[in-house]
C-alpha cells in the first residue's frame, strides 16, 4: 500500500486522532500542541493526576499528556 497524506486519509472518510505521551511539563505540552492550534481551540482537561490539552476539529483529535502537577 503507498503511503496517504493525512488530507488524503480525511478525503477517503477517515477522522484522525493524534495522542502525544510522556510530556514532562504543561509548558512542554502546549509546545508540542501548537503547531495545532489552527484546528480549534486548545482546551485544559484532568482526571484524577492525569493531564492533558487538546484540540479537536471535525475530523482531527490531537491529544498531548503531559505529567500531573506541573
Given at each position: 500500500m503507498n503511503d496517504l497524506s493525512i488530507s488524503e486519509l480525511i478525503d477517503k472518510g477517515a477522522t484522525i486522532e493524534l495522542r502525544f505521551h510522556g510530556e514532562r511539563s504543561?509548558?512542554?505540552?502546549?509546545?508540542?500542541?501548537?503547531?495545532?492550534r489552527n484546528l480549534g481551540n486548545i482546551r485544559k482537561g484532568s482526571y484524577n493526576n492525569i493531564q492533558w490539552l487538546r484540540v479537536v476539529s471535525k475530523k482531527i483529535e490531537?491529544?498531548?499528556f503531559y505529567e500531573g502537577g506541573k
Open positions: 504543561l509548558r512542554d505540552a502546549y509546545k508540542k500542541i501548537a503547531p495545532f490531537v491529544t498531548v
